[in-house]
């Protein structure tokens, strides 16, 4: 934050976008807002909610959303009674990496017991994530521009691999391949109720899993993600330029 705060004490910025920069500018956004920076877009409050799992997940609850089970675990033996009730398999990882690193898919209490002595210290600082994980389900990619009233699904894509394979690792294609057309309405409405009760201004990533014809919601990243440029290409429209448009306040319309 300080470097950040550094350039913008001599460029004076009217204001500083969040959302272009992956996972390491959403975790300075409350830093830079408490030093006096305007952040453009997505208030701070809205991507602490998307970002925080305990008050996410009692907004699907809000809205009538399934999600996989999960629970937050900050030792190892408060993860093996949390992973009793989430029930197995158990998708595991540290709430602080980026890109997959340390997650594992744990079958049984062994597996979980042989992750766990392998990767959590005593005085574990960040909290464990365990997810139920859904098996043979298809992954789905969707982003979308709000502008607080209005919700723009640019693309809904389908991972060419199982859910579970990380999304920077994994193929994903649009138009989607087996998706029905009620699925696909289903998802794009979700989308849109997600991002308007986020009060999202500007870009919105989220990852869905479909499993025995039902509609999960894995995660929400209120930001651009990778697959921002593919999909502008894909659907012929500037996502990104419109994105900052919006942050500027003009209407989607």
Excluded: W
Excluded at 107 to 115: D, N, P, R, V, W
């Amino acid at each position: 934050a300080e470097d950040v705060l550094a350039v913008a004490a001599i460029e004076r910025p009217a204001g500083v976008i969040v959302q272009f920069g992956g996972q390491t500018p959403l975790r300075l956004a409350k830093a830079l807002e408490d030093a006096g920076l305007p952040l453009l877009g997505t208030p701070v409050d809205a991507i602490d909610l998307a970002e925080d799992r305990g008050r996410f997940g009692a907004l699907l609850k809000r809205l009538e959303i399934k999600h996989p089970p999960y629970g937050t675990a900050f030792s190892a033996e408060e993860a093996v009674a949390i992973a009793e009730d989430v029930g197995f398999p158990l998708l595991v990882r540290p709430s602080y990496v980026l890109g997959g690193r340390a997650m594992e898919i744990c079958y049984s209490t062994e597996t979980l017991e042989a992750y766990l002595e392998a990767n959590v210290k005593a005085d574990q600082e960040h909290p464990l994530y365990l997810d139920r994980f859904l098996e043979n389900a298809i992954e789905v990619d969707v982003d979308a521009l709000a502008d607080g009233s209005e919700c723009f699904v640019a693309a809904v894509m389908q991972h060419v691999e199982e859910a579970g394979i990380h999304s920077g690792d994994s193929a994903c294609v649009i138009p989607p391949m087996s998706l029905g057309e009620e699925m696909l309405d289903e998802i794009r409405e979700t989308t849109r109720r997600i991002a308007l009760e986020l009060g999202v201004i500007g870009l919105i990533n989220i990852q869905y899993a479909v499993a025995d014809g039902e509609l999960f919601v894995i995660e929400a990243n209120p930001r651009a993600s990778r697959t921002v440029p593919f999909v502008s290409k894909a659907i012929g429209a500037p996502l990104a330029k419109i994105a900052c448009r919006l942050m500027l306040g003009e209407p989607l319309a």
